[in-house]
């Protein structure tokens, strides 16, 4: 049902607020204090690394862990295309632990990832939202995202709830290796607690995104820049813009592209830069004003700080809250999920059932 929504995906996305205090609730202690999840079972703190493995949109969740695991846990993590991981047979460390990621749980080469790894004699994490899925059978540990049923191709709340369950399993891993005490891990049960508020909050903002949208529906090319975090939110914006509107679409970290894609840059290209006022934010503004001395039409995703600063140069300008830089992913998500979403609309593309799509890969 999709209630008062004209797509799915519409509604998925206006449901993440309650998506990610659901999932929250469920993975943090009765009394709010620490994070409590079936992975505590795992000896983090003397495991060398921690692999992860997905596809597509979960991949993109896998990176942002990436960043907050090395960040607040210390935790060397690599991260794997179940489709390169599984037929390329790395070798995997003793003690290691391998964790997939699959909203359907059913995606045929994450499944084979997860069964190459348990092969190796790893401990395997899987981190579901389907929980009565093949991968939520065979892995060692199961840990559910809690997203609800996801129609919609698109993925956006599982998308959310994945970097959530993420981001507090993260806070767990950095407690056992003793990288933060009992007042550091409140201190980020409370800041995750604060992500529906914030999500709420850009939501509102759907209209200003509706009419960006309608500009950047006209184009045949876009490209999305990002830096830090920002970098696997720009991918992922690519990839619900080029899934849903068909629009070429490329993702980029800014300071790769004067190695190659700056070459693309014209007038008829819209730059949509994820650029919250953050440490990398100089580095951003630098990126663009070249990018700009080329014709390019930069659209800035930023907070207050990040358009005052580069309103008066860009193209358009979209201001979103100001957050801790951790969670910023779960703000840009929601701007690149409107931008595809009504990007699609305007263009009058199927945004539920996209051309050559199936909601779950279990083709190899
Ligand atoms: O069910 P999974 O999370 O394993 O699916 C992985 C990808 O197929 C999926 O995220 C795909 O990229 C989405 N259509 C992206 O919106």
């Not at 909203?103 to 190796?120: I, M």
């Not at 060692?140 to 609800?148: S, T």
């Not at 490329?250 to 592209?257: D, S």
């Not at 840009?332 to 263009?347: G, L, N, T």
Request: net charge negative; glycine share 6%; charged share 25%.
């Amino acid at each position: 049902d999709k209630g008062q929504h004209r797509h799915f995906m519409a509604k998925e996305i206006h449901e993440q607020p309650s998506v990610i205090a659901r999932a929250l609730g469920a993975w943090i202690s009765d009394d709010r204090q620490r994070i409590a999840c079936a992975a505590e079972a795992v000896d983090w703190a003397r495991i060398p690394r921690l692999t992860i493995v997905a596809c597509g949109t979960a991949f993109y969740a896998a990176h942002v862990a990436k960043v907050w695991m090395e960040r607040v846990a210390r935790l060397p993590v690599e991260i794997e295309i179940a489709s390169e991981f599984r037929y390329r047979e790395p070798p995997l460390p003793a003690r290691g632990v391998t964790m997939v990621v699959s909203q359907s749980g059913e995606t045929a080469d994450t499944l084979a990832a997860l069964r190459y790894a348990k092969a190796q004699r790893q401990v395997t994490l899987g981190l579901v939202n389907v929980t009565t899925s093949t991968i939520a059978r065979e892995a060692d540990i199961v840990l559910p995202i809690h997203a609800g049923p996801e129609i919609g191709v698109a993925s956006t709340k599982a998308f959310t709830a994945m970097v959530l369950c993420l981001s507090a399993l993260a806070v767990m891993i950095a407690r056992k290796r003793g990288e933060i005490d009992g007042a550091g891990e409140r201190a980020h049960v409370d800041l995750l607690s604060t992500v529906p508020r914030l999500m709420s909050e850009t939501i509102a903002l759907e209209g200003q995104f509706e009419a960006l949208a309608r500009d950047i529906a006209e184009a045949s090319d876009a490209l999305f820049l990002g830096r830090g975090l920002m970098f696997p939110l720009a991918l992922e914006g690519a990839l619900k813009l080029k899934e849903i509107t068909y629009i070429h679409a490329e993702g980029y970290a800014a300071g790769e592209i004067k190695h190659g894609p700056i070459a693309l840059v014209d007038e008829a290209t819209p730059i949509i830069a994820l650029a919250p006022h953050d440490a990398l934010f100089e580095k951003m503004a630098s990126n663009l004003r070249e990018v700009m001395g080329r014709k390019g039409r930069v659209a800035l995703i930023g907070d207050g700080a990040a358009c005052r600063a580069m309103a008066d140069e860009v193209w358009r300008s979209v201001t979103l809250p100001a957050v801790d830089p951790l969670l910023a992913p779960f703000v840009y998500a929601v701007a690149v999920q409107f931008i595809a979403y009504h990007a699609a609309v305007a263009k009058g593309t199927d945004v539920d059932q996209p051309r050559n799509l199936a909601k779950s890969v279990t083709v190899e």
